[in-house]
């Protein structure tokens, strides 16, 4: 346009050394189509690997508490403080507002990626994972607030929607990297630390690419409102006169407002479902329905993917349309409707993994939908109180966000206290089950405090008694003189145990049938390898010896005794030590596993209000629900433009 043409750009410094550009990374002009694509590309790349490296904890998380011996508690206490770490350093990142941006981002990926490679594989005890863990989620609050800055800086308002999908895919891609790359290497490398080096590695090569390809906006281009591509020759004219200290005076107090921090609290909880998937679905998945780590994070790939897939879409459609709202309101009733089911499917064992599926790509499709259009709106409600304090709005945002999560995840461990038994007890329980199932079997039949009683003395006929009486269901009076009876006459016994089943049946009924008399003295001889004369001889001693009333307790009752008596013996092979972990922790972890789907459907729920909670909040927030008024108000704002840009030329 010959208007533009006539308004000289600013000047700016020259133009800094291959050595110089490490740190001096701002431009005095706003860069061109093709070199703002690839600073946004820069953006999201780093966001993708920066997630990467934070949450891939989450994927190998049974491992690590196995690794360390960590308690679930202290395991979420790990994120705790974290995500609290995470938050003051958002707030700490509202000085990029003066400092700069980009410098924040390439040298924070550097270090992120040194603790992930090489600090978090080596250490050795769980106080040292939980500072490097801490350290890193520090760089993760600096960033969080840094890169949407970087990407409001180059969109203007009518591509927002877009840039701020693009934006979204850090977090969501850098999950779906997680899951992607752990289920596919977790069987041939079993160790969590080789995810780590993996993971770190390529946060460093990512390093090399920002820090030589990242830029960004003088203060003075970037402090100004930029609805539209239209209005770069503008602003970069207006960047002379702008007095910096004076646009960001009260900068705090001007974010500080209900507009910002009701929007900022309503999309914290609208996502708590979010952050307990990333950092929990192992974990869930696991003690509820058996999965493997592999296999869960095999079925977050279907929420990953549909997210990716949903964010771009709505910035496409939400820029072409040019309002933000609707997407929100339809993306918020489609993840509360998707939570919901998701609830109530917590307590259906049966559930099977392609509904799961199904579900999860449903309250990702709601998600991205939401998400993108809140991004969007909240920096151009940001930019309506003051453009120049962006990132200092994003830093209320990005420690709102923080300090929900850090709430959540604290109250996570009591409302499902469950999963604290069974992630801290469980696996050892299980392990004992699996190598001894018929004995756990046996042992879970007979109370604790007889099982406690045998442990301390393996001779105690009464204990012994009550514990079979509990195998077999024999009153415990008629084992006692059954046990009694067995070790009084053990010959006896063992005469009868020589006879078939059938001959000894027709005795008890007629001791003198003669047929009946004749199989039996054959049956103890060749049992025992005597002479018939010495076969009838024991024969006639168990009559003589054994009463009729303890002819028919054994008649009766003989079969079932030796079976419970067998069940019991074999008992014996779980170790003293197997045994006594699983009378100090398997009935708390038997009790678990009945309630742990109650507890998370409960916990799910409370994911649901949030989404609820999200919708009332969409109203306070900047731009139009009507495209038709959207595209009024643009109309309008590049006619003030093209005024403007007339009056500087006729000066």
């Known amino acids: 346009m010959a208007n533009e043409a006539a308004v000289a750009a600013p000047g700016g410094a020259a133009a800094p050394s291959l050595i110089e550009g490490l740190w001096r990374r701002q431009l005095p002009h706003y860069p061109s189509n093709s070199r703002r694509a690839v600073y946004l590309g820069i953006v999201v790349l780093v966001t993708i690997v920066l997630y990467y490296e934070l949450y891939i904890q989450g994927a190998v998380s049974t491992k ?78 600096v960033v969080l607030v840094a890169t949407p800055a970087l990407i409001r800086d180059f969109s203007p308002q009518l591509g927002r929607a877009q840039a701020m999908g693009f934006w979204t895919l850090g977090p969501v891609i850098g999950s779906l990297v997680v899951t992607e790359v752990s289920s596919h290497t977790l069987t041939t490398h079993a160790d969590w630390q080789y995810q780590f080096r993996l993971c770190g590695a390529i946060g460093l090569v990512v390093f090399l690419i920002a820090v030589v390809g990242l830029r960004e906006l003088s203060p003075k281009i970037r402090d100004q409102l930029m609805v539209s591509l239209h209005d770069r020759v503008l602003i970069e004219a207006r960047a002379a006169g702008i007095d910096r200290e004076k646009v960001l005076k009260n900068h705090w107090q001007q974010m500080l407002r209900f507009d910002i921090v009701g929007p900022a609290f309503a999309i914290s909880v609208f996502l708590l479902f979010y952050y307990i998937s990333v950092g929990l679905f192992v974990v869930y998945f696991a003690t509820t329905f058996g999965y493997t780590p592999a296999r869960t994070n095999s079925l977050a790939n279907w929420y990953w993917i ?120 469980g696996p050892t329980a299980q392990a004992i089950l699996t190598k001894y199932p018929s004995q756990v079997a046996t042992l879970q039949l007979v109370d604790a405090a007889t099982l406690a009683t045998l442990s ?22 008629k084992v006692g003189t059954l046990i009694t009876v067995k070790a009084k ?34 049956d103890i001889a060749a049992h025992f390898g005597i002479s018939p004369a010495a076969a009838t001889t024991r024969l006639l001693a168990v009559s003589a010896n054994l009463s009729t009333s303890q002819l028919d307790l054994l008649f009766t009752y003989g079969n079932s005794l ?30 678990a596993q009945k309630n742990s789907p109650h507890q998370w459907q409960r916990w799910w729920w409370i994911c649901f209000a949030g989404q609820i909670v999200f919708l009332p909040f969409i109203f306070l927030l900047a731009g139009r629900w009507s495209p038709r008024r959207a595209r009024a108000d643009a109309e309008a704002h590049k006619q003030e433009v093209d005024r403007e840009l007339r009056e500087l030329t006729a000066v």
């Open 562 to 591: 030796n079976a419970a008596a067998a069940r019991l013996l074999a008992t014996n092979m779980v170790p003293k030590a197997d045994l006594a972990y699983l009378q100090k922790y398997g009935s708390a972890v038997t009790q």
């Open 306 to 425: 549909t997210n990716v897939i949903a964010l771009v879409t709505a910035g496409f459609f939400s820029d072409l349309l040019r309002v933000r709202k609707p997407f929100m309101v339809v993306g918020a009733i489609m993840g509360a409707v998707g939570v919901a089911v998701f609830a109530m499917k917590a307590t259906q064992p049966t559930t099977s993994y392609s509904t799961f599926g199904l579900i999860l790509i449903l309250i990702s499709a709601g998600g991205g939908l939401a998400y993108c259009g809140w991004m969007a709106a909240f920096t151009e409600t940001i930019e309506k109180h003051n453009p120049a304090a962006t990132a200092t709005g994003l830093a209320v945002w990005g420690w709102t966000i923080r300090m929900v999560v850090t709430v959540s995840l604290v109250a996570l461990t009591y409302a499902v206290s469950a999963a604290n038994v069974l992630v801290d007890n």
């Open 489 to 522: 006459y053990p010959q006896e016994i063992a005469t009868l145990q020589a006879i078939d089943p059938t001959t000894l049946a027709v005795l008890h009924v007629n001791a003198h049938n003669t047929a009946a008399d004749l199989k039996a003295i054959k």
């Open 64 to 141: 690590i508490i196995l690794q360390f011996g960590m308690t679930f508690r202290y395991f979420v206490f790990v994120s705790v403080v974290g995500n609290l770490v995470g938050a003051f350093a958002s707030l700490a990142a509202g000085l990029a507002d003066r400092w700069g941006r980009a410098n924040l981002v390439a040298y924070g990926l550097l270090l992120t990626g040194v603790l992930i490679c090489f600090g978090l594989p080596n250490v050795t005890h769980e106080s040292e994972y939980l500072i490097l863990f801490a350290l890193v989620s520090f760089v993760e609050g």
């Open 456 to 477: 301390a003395n393996p001779s105690n006929v009464a204990a012994q008694a009550k514990a079979v009486s509990e195998l077999s269901n024999i009153p415990v009076a």
